[in-house]
């Protein structure tokens, strides 16, 4: 069956089954199959090398979501275009460097210490006084983080830092994108700059590894399974639910993918690591619910 057909049933069929189910479970599904994704692929890092698994994430939601969305490329002004390039560059550096930091610490601290970005996005746009006490408790997280070092890398750590920058931008440009581009249009090129941004890295990396069978296909589960399935649960949300109350659920992805990585890569984290990563989650969820941001409506 020709892709375009499958994308065509896809659009005006398959799409109802989840317009039944209640948004905060499309929510927590979607964050359920980017971690578990996540965790697929670390464990197929010897067989496939972390930047290239990247690309073949993006260029698998890239292709569908290009067929889905159809974008019409004419009558946008270079402004626009600026900003869906950078909201592209910031998918790819969020999506490349977080995979690169799992490849080296544990899935759940990665994870962890990306959240700092979004994290920083809710505080400083909150602009109160309280919030400092957010700010507090994710140093603690950190700070235990740190004391816990055995299982952490500095590389791995740096990476997951540079994860949780290019999310923030990720954030901010999402925004301006939903804005200037319709439905998911912005969305489906950024995947396809961060694709084209990324190949020829990826080709390097992996070189003659590209054209196995096999590869192709994992690359293409993983791809449903971090970007296409839940960017169109959270889509699909997004109208039925509050930013804010999306926002919270989604300060729950650290501890899924913490489960994820335990039961799936058998990465088991210490007392204090859980610690640290209950201080980062709940000063997430304090900051997303006094963030004045998140009071604005999602953009179409």
Avoid at 55 to 67: D, E, F, G, K, P
Avoid at 149 to 155: C, E, I, K
Avoid at 208 to 213: C, F, G, P
């Amino acid at each position: 069956m020709p892709l375009t057909r499958v994308v065509s049933i896809w659009q005006s069929g398959a799409v109802r089954l989840p317009n039944r189910i209640p948004a905060v479970w499309l929510v927590i599904s979607g964050i359920v199959s980017v971690q578990v994704g996540a965790a697929i692929a670390k464990n197929l890092f010897d067989l496939v090398p972390p930047t290239a698994m990247v690309w073949l994430r993006l260029i698998t939601s890239a292709v569908i979501l290009l067929l889905v969305a159809r974008p019409r490329l004419a009558g946008h002004s270079g402004r626009d275009w600026l900003i869906v390039l950078g909201f592209g560059v910031s998918l790819m550096t969020m999506n490349w460097a977080i995979y690169q930091s799992f490849a080296r610490i544990p899935l759940g601290i990665a994870v962890t210490i990306e959240f700092l970005g979004p994290l920083t996005v809710a505080v400083i746009g909150s602009r109160r006084f309280a919030d400092l006490i957010w700010v507090v408790l994710a140093g603690i997280g950190v700070a235990l983080l740190g004391v816990s070092r055995a299982s952490l890398t500095l590389a791995g750590v740096g990476f997951a830092l540079l994860a949780a920058l290019g999310w923030a931008f990720y954030i901010l440009l999402s925004a301006q994108t939903g804005r200037r581009w319709p439905g998911i249009s912005g969305l489906a090129i950024a995947s396809m700059v961060g694709a084209i941004a990324l190949a020829p890295p990826a080709i390097v990396e992996a070189g003659n590894q590209m054209l196995n069978s096999t590869v192709l296909m994992l690359g293409l589960a993983i791809g449903l399974l971090s970007s296409v399935i839940p960017y169109s649960f959270e889509l699909i949300a997004l109208r039925r639910i509050p930013p804010r109350v999306f926002s919270i659920l989604m300060s729950l992805e650290p501890a899924v993918a913490a489960l994820a990585a335990m039961i799936l890569l058998g990465e088991f984290l210490s007392l204090v690591q859980w610690l640290a990563m209950a201080c980062v989650v709940i000063a997430s969820i304090g900051a997303t619910r006094t963030s004045t941001t998140l009071d604005q409506p999602a953009p179409d």
